[in-house]
């Protein structure tokens, strides 16, 4: 039979998760607002529908998208160069489009991208918006999410885990570190993240403030302004590195209509 101890404890520990699904909730809703608007076709986001929580357990509501499936360098492994990169615009036309709107993702991973096939070729669709913040208003370090194997030097700062001598600013650059880090590892020949200082690593952040070199091998793309403009976005200071636009632009114009 549980103690009083014990029962104190658990019950502290499940208002604890109460008070947590509720602050998750509101951000949520938040974001749900601030996305709303936007379009579902070009931009290839996959926008959550309602969240809610029940019993100290939050859930989430997101539409059915047929064909969907993982984008991993065991999918992407055998692709034509037009392939490979038609996959990536579409998930920088997804981010364009968030970022049009003041949002930064916040989140960006290989586990939430995921791929359907349309006549145009494989067109990314981005989900999980659950970090997602606006750029202009961080929320608090403490509560700023993510995953930390894709940490950019700016979130590691923010969130107390790491020193730089130079200003790293929080915003829209984050992400493209991060989507960086995640083309390396689907298109890759290895299928890994990029090497820092002639070695793996799963801190790539980390890497980036002590002034380690990165190995960015070819992603297979035939463009190499593209992915030269890729590796400048692990940069460790974010005015560094490419915009949207600039990376859009080198992925050049004779692919096609992305669905």
């Not at 949520?28 to 601030?34: E, L, N």
């Not at 995921?114 to 990314?124: D, F, K, Q």
């Not at 632009?249 to 992305?258: E, F, P, V």
């Amino acid at each position: 039979m549980p103690s009083d101890d014990d029962r104190i404890r658990d019950r502290a520990a499940y208002e604890n998760q109460v008070r947590m699904c509720n602050e998750f909730l509101l951000h949520h809703q938040q974001v749900m607002r601030d996305i709303a608007g936007l379009r579902v076709g070009n931009g290839a986001l996959v926008k959550p529908l309602d969240a809610f929580w029940h019993d100290a357990s939050f859930f989430k509501i997101s539409p059915f998208v047929e064909g969907l499936q993982t984008f991993s360098a065991e999918v992407v492994r055998s692709w034509s160069t037009q392939r490979r990169t038609i996959a990536i615009r579409s998930v920088l036309l997804a981010l364009r489009e968030l970022h049009d709107q003041g949002i930064a993702h916040g989140d960006i991973k290989l586990d939430n991208i995921h791929l359907v096939e349309t006549p145009s070729g494989p067109v990314a669709r981005l989900i999980d918006f659950d970090d997602a913040y606006r750029a202009d208003a961080p929320p608090l370090s403490t509560v700023l999410g993510g995953t930390e194997d894709y940490y950019s030097p700016e979130v590691l700062v923010y969130k107390g885990f790491a020193a730089s001598p130079t200003p790293l600013p929080l915003g829209f650059a984050s992400d493209l570190f991060s989507l960086s880090l995640a083309l390396h590892e689907a298109f890759s020949k290895d299928g890994r993240k990029p090497r820092w200082g002639g070695r793996e690593t799963t801190d790539a952040g980390m890497c980036a403030i002590s002034g380690d070199t990165v190995d960015y091998q070819p992603l297979g793309t035939g463009r190499p302004l593209l992915e030269y403009r890729l590796k400048l976005c692990l940069a460790l200071e974010p005015r560094h590195r490419p915009r949207v636009t600039e990376l859009l632009s080198a992925c050049g114009t004779n692919l096609g209509r992305i669905a």
